[in-house]
């Protein structure tokens, strides 16, 4: 008997709270060294990819590390799996750019903002779904829209760090691929060779690492490498020039034109923002007409910024493709030139130069040229200071869609990681419990200025290999990164932004599954079908990869309902085997007298008239027919509709001289039956346990006087073959 039954209620609960609590009895010193040994080598892999899914979510880099010390600990502590490694990930950074973008310039203090709401969001959802036990939601994301979505992604993904490969920039389009031909374009003008270099270099070392026994951390490896090489060879070469260094006057005309068309779509914006406020104040006080000349205002204002933007967008781009020669005069001041135009009287200086534009106006008194490839630049040292997420109505029900979707992938991809791993160590996976630990990862998050995280299948493998035995692996990694926030982060100044793209191009490499698109089309045709479809959709959507989503699920929702609303209704005959099967898959004879129809699935109001068509297809093709047995061990439920379709059904048949009965009805059904007094109509000597009950006892009534010497419902009766296997 327990003698402290309150210790034991406090336990229960704390473990049900946090669940690494029960991994705590028997905790030793050899599992602390095996759980410290492993946090430390998945945060070898998390520091680096954290800062590249950071950019990929058009982010500053270090907003990766501020995703990655806080969630990985939180969503260990609080969720299910021992080995789940959270954090960053790239197709959540990619869903998270997309959501982000039409609402904010891309790396903004306001585009941060969003993105930490985002987080806040993403966790708040997920955390109420697991909070009442709703994991089951995420089935509507079926495995082939997941497989289709995935491979679209990281063939979007990759594709989308080609500019920085190259060492070119491009202003995105409204489509994907437009912006890929751009990237492409801009390439065959001009490559920055060393940027390109450096990628090559990552990659190689990262590839040949992974297949070499040694154990070193191939990501750590190629970042420290190729930082090095930055560092020691000057990689980043820039200067700040006033517009008078240009020393092409027609150049100079076009920076400013530039300029001018920048400043205007600033004030444009700035516009826009008062209207908007003016639009909301006016509709909570009422004043509609106040509204309806704002709306004017608006829709006036977004014309002339839409043809605003189309000329920055040309100037910038004329701008983007210059390439120019420096040189140094007597008097040792340092000239752009047109390349090839430089004057005989300067010192050359090496390299060719390059005017960085983003999508701003330019400073005049300070332009940034640079000849030399990206660097990651300055981390603030530190953690982030923590605050309650700023909550913008407007913005958070823009986000609202994009939330859902991010936190149910986001989900899937936790969730099935951990059940692959689970398989592994034979550990219990509880969903809803997962879906809490995720949620939490994220909530508590924003508040320290991360984006939305999930489980990363790379680093939880790591994790795994490493010999990770519960939660505490990930509250080290966390640690790791905290003194990375700390202590490391000048050393991260020179590293390459190309070679944060070489790590994310490899690790999308491994979301590639062909094998998915076949062994779904193998599964079923129209599974293939959907896969591919969301696939393609998904591509030619990009960069609004929701609407590529939408589509699979759109699809797979249109199967589902077609497949209930028509599921298989097979007639009966003995097999080989001695049992009843399907008789036209199985090539098997049918019975002249007694109809034995399986009806596969619960039946209610989107099938039950299919029930009656198929019951009534059967009357008419079988002249001789007595008896029909409707095998229900398939009907799992029933609805009003459905029993008020087998209650006509019953009228009809009977009506027509031909008896009807049923077997292996299951008890929810049954009470059906009961309650709208639809078993009195049947009878319940026409309810049989079994259907093989069922034929022996109206077997022999329904072949009295009849010529059908070998019943196929007895014994064996091939199609195919005039030999009969005579049975019981």
């Known amino acids: 008997m327990n003698r402290h039954p309150e210790s034991t209620d406090h336990r229960q609960r704390l473990s049900a709270m946090l669940p690494f609590f029960d991994g705590l009895s028997g905790y030793s010193v050899a599992d602390l060294k095996r759980d410290l040994s492993a946090g430390l080598t998945v945060a070898l892999v998390l520091v680096p990819q954290s800062m590249a899914y950071a950019q990929l979510a058009g982010l500053p880099a270090y907003y990766g590390l501020y995703a990655a010390f806080l969630p990985p600990a939180i969503a260990a502590l609080f969720g299910s799996s021992h080995q789940l490694a959270t954090g960053p990930v790239a197709v959540v ?12 310039t891309t790396g903004s203090s306001a585009y941060i903002g969003y993105a930490v709401l985002l987080a806040l969001m993403v966790g708040l959802f997920q955390f109420t779904l697991g909070l009442f036990r709703l994991g089951l939601v995420v089935n509507f994301l079926s495995h082939p829209v997941v497989n289709g979505f995935t491979n679209a992604a990281a063939i979007i993904i990759a594709t989308g760090q080609l500019a920085k490969l190259f060492g070119v920039t491009v202003d995105a389009s409204e489509h994907h691929y437009q912006t890929v031909i751009q990237v492409i374009r801009a390439a065959m003008h001009y490559i920055h060779w060393p940027t390109l270099m450096m990628a090559v270099f990552a990659f190689t070392v990262m590839v040949v690492l992974k297949k070499i026994p040694l154990r070193l951390p191939n990501v750590l490896v190629a970042v420290a490498a190729t930082t090095l ?11 700040i020039l006033p517009l008078e260094a240009v020393v092409d006057h027609d150049i100079r005309s076009l920076i400013v034109h530039y300029n001018a068309e920048a400043m205007q779509l600033h004030h444009m914006a700035d516009q826009r923002t008062a209207i908007n406020a003016t639009i909301k104040e006016a509709k909570l006080a009422g004043h509609h007409l106040i509204v309806i000349n704002a709306q004017r205002d608006l829709s006036i204002l977004a014309h002339q910024m839409d043809l605003k933007t189309t000329v920055a967008a040309d100037y910038r781009h004329r701008i983007r493709r210059l390439l120019f020669d420096a040189g140094r005069t007597p008097a040792g001041d340092t000239r752009l030139y047109i390349r090839g135009s430089r004057l005989p009287d300067t010192v ?23 000849c030399g490839g990206d660097v990651v630049g300055g981390i603030p040292g530190g953690l982030p200071a923590v605050s309650i997420p700023r909550i913008d109505s407007h913005a958070a029900i823009t986000l609202a869609p ?6 149910l992938l986001g989900f899937m991809e936790a969730i099935s990681i951990a059940k692959a791993m689970a398989a592994k160590t ?7 419990q997962e879906l809490i630990g995720q949620g939490l990862a994220n909530m508590v998050g924003a508040t320290t200025q991360s984006y939305p995280v999930a489980g990363s299948f790379s680093r939880s493998a790591v994790n795994l290999q490493a010999g990770a035995g519960s939660g505490f692996s990930s509250v080290f990694a966390s640690l790791t990164v905290v003194a990375t926030l700390f202590f490391f982060t000048p050393l991260l100044y020179h590293l390459p932004q190309s ?32 896969s591919i479809i969301t696939f393609g959709g998904t591509l030619a959507f990009a960069p609004h990869l929701d609407r590529g989503i939408m589509v699979g699920v759109g699809l797979s929702l249109i199967v589902f309902l077609y497949r209930n609303m028509r599921p298989n209704v097979v007639d009966l005959s003995l097999g080989l085997d001695k049992a009843l099967h399907d008789a036209v898959t199985h090539g098997l004879r049918e019975c002249r007298y007694i109809d034995a129809v399986r009806f596969d699935g619960p039946l209610f109001y989107a099938n039950a008239s299919y029930l009656e068509d198929q019951i009534r297809l059967r009357r008419k093709n079988k002249t001789q027919l007595k008896h ?36 292996s009805v299951h008890e929810p059904v049954m009470q059906v039956l009961r309650r709208t007094h639809l078993l009195f109509k049947i009878g319940e000597d026409h309810i049989y346990p079994t259907m093989k009950q069922a034929i022996r006892a109206i077997h022999a009534k329904t072949h009295k006087g009849g010529s059908e010497r070998h019943c196929p419902l007895t014994s064996v009766r091939m199609l195919s073959s005039n030999s009969e296997a005579k049975g019981a």
């Not at 050359?348 to 330019?362: A, D, E, F, S």
């Not at 994009?402 to 936190?407: D, G, L």
């Open 348 to 370: 050359g200086i090496g390299g060719t130069w390059r005017l960085k534009v983003g999508n701003g106006p330019l400073a005049a008194s300070g332009l940034t040229f640079s």
């Open 628 to 663: 029909i047995i409707i095998a229900a061990e398939s009907i799992t439920d029933m609805d009003a509709s459905g029993q008020e379709a087998l209650s006509l059904i019953v009228d009809r048949v009977r009506s027509a001289g031909i008896d009807i009965s049923f077997s």
């Open 93 to 104: 950074s990619l869903m998270a750019a997309v959501a982000l973008q039409p609402l904010a």
């Open 426 to 432: 034979g550990q219990r996976i509880d969903p809803n």
């Open 402 to 407: 994009s939330a859902v979707i991010i936190a």
């Open 229 to 239: 090489i930055s560092w020691a060879t000057g990689f980043e070469q820039k200067v």
């Open 499 to 530: 070679v944060l793209a070489a790590i994310i191009m490899l690790a999308v490499a491994g979301l590639i599954n062909v094998r998915g698109f076949i062994q779904a089309w193998r599964a079923q045709w129209y599974d293939g079908a959907i």
